[in-house]
Every structure is written in structure tokens, then in C-alpha cells.
């Protein structure tokens, strides 16, 4: 018979090792591509130097249109406000013009006197309202006063006034207004005076 082989054991061979720990920071460093975009512009390959980066010229500058249209608009809006002031400034200087070379001189004089009667009654007006109405009947007929006599000078400029001539003889146009009877100057301004008197005493006595 053969003789029999002993089987020594032998030692178990050692476990594999594990593979080393990477750190997170460093496969995020290999994993990530680069992303840094270098701040040199880039070169041309003809003459090495820097070429200069192209713009658009139309985005950046407006077009000659919009600059005409918007000028036109603005300058529209400004010349009508203006021409209105020098339209109504011309009209008032035409009437003023004719007023002064075709009204007589007597009627410039009642004229002037009916603005200074205008300006008197807003005067004592203007002193009732802010300073003092005391004593109101002071106010009263002073006010009144002026309202009566300038009725009565409009009177006297409507009888006197050349253009008006026909009105007070009786014929107008070939249409009959009246009797007939011629009125004067002279017989006008008699009126007028008589009025004035009678209009004042009353406002004196209204005074007390």
C-alpha cells in the first residue's frame, strides 16, 4: 500500500485591502470640468494682436427716424401754444389800432371816464371784502353811485356817438323807430347832467 500524504493547513491567505478614500473635495475638483473663461481677448492669428470685439451699431445707436420724428412732435406741440398767443395778440393790436384811429375824441373822453368808473366801484368792492364793511351804508350808495353813473355816461355815449346818428332822429336803415324828433348834444348832455344830479342827492342822503 501506498503510505498516506499528510495535508498541513496552511494560513489563510490575508483579505484584499480596500482601496483608499478619496476625499468629496477632490472628486468634485476631477470630476467638474474647468470653467474658468480666460479675460485675455482673443488674438488674431495673422498679426498676434488683440481683436477688437465686434458690436452691433444699430442696437446701440437710435435710428435717424425716431430722432426726426420725435424732434417734429416736440416742436409741434410748442409752436402751436405760441402761434395761438401771436394770433390773439395780433387781433387785439388790430382792434386797438382801429378803435383809436376811428372813434371821435368825445367818445375816447366818456370812454375814459366809464373805466374810471369801473375802477372806483371795484375798489370799494375789494376794501368791502377784506378790510371793513362798516358802515354799510357808506358802501351802498358809494357803489351805487357808481353803477348809476356809468348807466347814465353809456347813455350819454350812445346819444352822442356820430354812428349812431340815425338811431335818435327817427330813421334807421329806412326803418322808423321813433317819432321822429331830432335829439342834440347839447340836449343829451343836459339829460345826462340832470340824472347825475338827481342820482347823487339820492345817494347822499342814503349816506346819513
Sequence with gaps: ???????????????????????????????????????KPPRDSKTNTPSKPVTSSKASTPSKNTRSSGSKSSSGKTSEPQSRLQEAWRIGEEVWDRYTNETPVRVLMIDSFMGFLVVVAV??????LLITAYPFNAFLSGFSACVGQFVLTASLRMQTNPENRKAFEGQQEGVAVGTGEKISDERAFADFVFGSLVLHFFCVNFVN
Design 1 to 39: 500500500m501506498p503510505p498516506k500524504r499528510t495535508v498541513t493547513p496552511t494560513a489563510a491567505p490575508p483579505p484584499p485591502s480596500s482601496p483608499p478614500a478619496v476625499s468629496p473635495s477632490n472628486d468634485a475638483n476631477t470630476a467638474k470640468p474647468s470653467t474658468a473663461v480666460s479675460s
Design 123 to 128: 375798489i370799494q368792492f375789494v376794501y368791502c
